[in-house]
């Protein structure tokens, strides 16, 4: 009997191991392959070339009042100070813990996984993560920083076969002008003063306690230093130039110290020559990222072909694009899978008028109410807050664009676009490509209204 029992036993336990291997957070071979650099291609430990195609999940960790659910053209650290003034720091970062549970939820992986994407990029506030610029971290009951939200993301991208780049887009201090890095017009991180000494020190201390807590896990494919730092005056304000790039530097420098293999992006925003080619310091393992938000597709030609004669012998990722005036997703997405360079789009899901057939957008909405961050009660922000903004939760549309960027998710060139600058396309049905059209007009509309709104309050740049 004891044989039988013991041989039933050792079968339990065998099922149960292989069980659990089928769950993808569980079980170490489930993880993604560490990547890194070869030259200019992203590889993974195999050698073989990963070419990263996804999303931004912008809005989850620092919001921009364009498209999610508050109003202020400042910035989102006005809405934060003020509901701290109301309600105290606990409950404010509870508020906006709230927000965040809901904003992305396991859907919206499983969503991009499904669209046959790879990669997210998720944009976070410091503020997620401390209570004040002076680097007080929230910390759980055991005392440890509590990174358990971030967590949560990067185990979802395993479950669903995504990595993940983890982009600080808010400093402390501010990196640029503008109001997505929290406060329009307030750019003093890269000052020579105590203050700005003191925000690049936490600063510092924030990256080497995130690159601690996520060396060993693959899942996360980069570290993102700072969104668009210096903004527009990275090409215009040469006076800052060194510090910035000295800072890069340090933080490159620091991140090594405890992570020595996951991939850091070094953004050079607009043009390479915003940001060192890496032998001037010795950078290893990095990736070189710009933003295009260019009028015509000659102009997107240029700026691949920029990327091209920069000769960095390092790979270049879009993080971020959109098809302004007469340019066009097909020449985009065709240009950049054509020359293997990584994308992800910005951005994944948006609230606001029109947002439910915007081309901005993945998923869209335009029932989602804005909160009134001065007058609404807790339990009303709460409410706003709350479950309406899941993707599921009916109030949301997937829109024409989503159908077309899919398309491309796989590698996908569209020659007649690509040699005849847009003009025509061979990709998608003729109905997806009028909807796509019809919405992108609209899209150009309502953003120029958001400008004359900003322009009236001074906060565009």
């Not at 993102?224 to 340090?250: A, C, H, Y």
């Not at 985009?332 to 293997?340: E, P, Q, T, V």
Request: glycine share 6%; charged share 25%; net charge negative.
């Amino acid at each position: 009997m004891k044989k039988i029992f013991k041989k039933a036993s050792a079968v339990f336990f065998a099922a149960l191991i292989g069980l659990s291997c089928m769950l993808p957070a569980v079980c170490a071979d489930s993880s993604l392959p560490l990547l890194s650099t070869k030259g200019d291609k992203i590889v993974d430990q195999n050698g073989n070339e990963v070419i990263l195609r996804g999303t931004n999940f912008g809005g989850w960790g620092i919001l921009e009042d364009w498209f999610c659910p508050y109003t202020d053209p400042a910035g989102v650290e006005n809405v934060y100070e003020t509901l701290v003034s109301r309600f105290g720091v606990e409950k404010t970062h509870e508020l906006f813990k709230n927000y965040r549970k809901n904003w992305i939820t396991e859907q919206d992986f499983k969503n991009v996984s499904e669209m046959g994407m790879n990669v997210i990029r998720l944009p976070i506030w410091y503020r997620c993560f401390q209570s004040d610029d002076n680097g007080t971290w929230y910390r759980d009951k055991s005392g440890n920083i509590d990174w358990s939200e971030l967590d949560n993301m990067v185990d979802l991208c395993r479950k669903y076969g995504l990595y993940i780049i983890i982009d600080l887009h808010g400093l402390p201090g501010y990196q640029n002008d503008y109001d997505h890095c929290g406060r329009s017009k307030s750019m003093s991180l890269f000052d020579d003063t105590p203050e700005a000494k003191r925000y690049r020190e936490v600063t510092v201390d924030f990256w080497t306690e995130l690159a601690k807590h996520y060396k060993d896990d693959t899942t996360v494919a980069m570290y993102d230093l700072m969104n668009e730092p210096l903004g527009t005056n990275i090409t215009r304000d040469r006076s800052l130039k060194q510090v910035f790039w000295d800072f890069s530097d340090e933080l490159y420098r620091e991140i090594r110290k405890v992570d020595g293999d996951t991939i850091i992006t070094m953004e050079a925003i607009w043009d390479p020559s915003a940001i060192p080619s890496p032998n001037v310091y010795g950078w290893e393992n990095i990736v070189y990222q710009e933003h295009l938000y260019d009028v015509t597709n000659p102009a997107y030609l240029r700026k691949m072909n920029e990327i091209k004669r920069a000769k960095y012998n390092s790979p270049f990722y879009i993080g971020e694009f959109y098809p302004r005036g007469i340019s066009s997703f097909d020449y985009l997405f065709s240009i950049f899978n054509k020359r293997g360079v990584s994308w992800t789009t910005w951005t994944y899901k948006g609230a606001g008028n029109g947002a439910d057939n915007s081309p901005w957008f993945l998923y869209g909405s335009s029932e989602i109410e804005k909160i009134d961050f001065k007058n609404d009660s807790y339990e009303t922000l709460s409410e706003k807050w709350g479950e309406v903004l899941r993707t599921d939760s009916g109030k949301w549309k997937r829109t024409a664009f989503a159908d077309y960027a899919k398309l491309f998710t796989n590698g996908t060139v569209d020659k007649a676009a690509l040699y005849s600058f847009g003009i025509t396309d061979s990709v998608g049905s003729k109905e997806t490509r009028k909807t796509l059209f019809r919405d992108k007009l609209k899209a150009i509309y309502t953003t120029i209204l958001d400008w004359l709104r900003k322009l009236k309050t001074g906060d565009l740049i």
